[in-house]
């Protein structure tokens, strides 16, 4: 959205980074690591005035800055998930709301690191098609991977797993009883089947009790789309929401205590004629107006 760049966060209520890391493990959908640039270029397309809020220029409500790109290597976990973390834990001491471009699902577990620092009683909202809480496997290179995410964010403390919610599991699974880590290790999970039978609104109402007021991390995965709308994602799931049902939803997060907000999977090999990306910009762009909409109690 040609938003000032910026060397800090500091008088920002929102600062925009992205994360251009992927494990380099999702069989032959790699390109995760481009997404960051990807989405940037299709937010050229929005407007500051969003049409709830047509009087309020968004980027000047929020100060909105873009502090470029945390320095990483794909595929290079240790050192890359060092400045992840670093990058989080810097922008929310400076005050504001981190919003990241992503970059594959791991991303996620180190920006959790740096959040729980500074929020000890984080919880999360993970809207996915997968619960990436898979324990993983002892012939695994590495314990981290984009199906380990939330396993390993439990184990390591830095979320409140009661107080969290998968929201949108649905599609194939590699492993039996997909659903069931999750449940061991304490976390909520609502299917998408489940979320639609009981209709968008009533499901996001249901939410509000278990998150209550404890600052919520929101993890957004591009796959909970529909590949007919957003095809270029890592692990694309048939019979996803719809860009209305997604968007819709989105603006159903009112009154949740956001503290960071994370947008990942975008992969531009994957992604004709830009789809994906743009639809990314404009689930940002929804959750600046969901911001907005917080900081001043506006309808």
């Known amino acids: 959205m040609s938003v000032p760049y910026a060397e800090t966060a500091e008088n920002s209520r929102v600062a925009v980074f992205g994360v251009p890391f992927d494990c380099g493990t999702s069989a032959d959908r790699i390109g995760a690591r481009h997404g960051p640039n990807a989405i940037r270029q299709q937010s050229l397309m929005l407007g500051a005035y969003h049409s709830r809020y047509p009087g309020i220029d968004l980027v000047k409500a929020h100060n909105l800055v873009d502090l470029g790109d945390v320095s ?73 991977t984009t199906a380990t995410t939330f396993h390993r964010a439990a ?27 999750a449940h061991d290790l304490g976390y909520g999970v609502i299917t998408l089947d489940e979320m639609l039978a009981s209709g968008i609104e009533y499901t996001i109402s249901s939410l509000l009790p278990v998150l ?16 007919s709308c957003a095809p270029g994602v890592c692990t694309p799931t048939w019979g996803g929401l719809n860009a209305r049902e997604g968007l819709h939803l989105i603006r159903q997060l009112e009154n949740l205590n956001i503290v960071a907000v994370d947008i990942n999977t975008v992969s531009p090999p994957h992604d004709p004629g830009n789809m994906t990306a743009w639809l990314a910009a404009t689930v940002a762009y929804e959750f600046l107006a969901v911001l907005l909409a917080n900081e001043h109690n506006l309808p």
């Open 72 to 144: 990483v290597t794909p595929g290079v976990v240790d050192s890359s998930f060092v400045a992840i973390e670093k990058a989080s834990r810097t922008v929310s001491e400076d005050g504001a709301i981190p919003l990241t471009f992503g970059g594959d699902g791991a991303m996620s577990l180190p920006q959790l690191r740096g959040l729980a620092s500074v929020y000890p009683d984080l919880v999360c909202l993970h809207i996915d098609s997968h619960t990436d809480t898979y324990p993983g496997k002892p012939s695994d290179p590495s314990p981290y």
């Open 155 to 181: 184990e390591e403390g830095v979320i409140d797993p009661v107080h969290s919610i998968h929201l949108g599991f649905h599609g194939d699974s590699s492993i039996a009883n997909a659903v069931q880590p």
């Open 212 to 227: 209550a007021d404890r600052p919520t991390y929101i993890c957004f995965d591009m796959d909970i789309f529909d590949p």
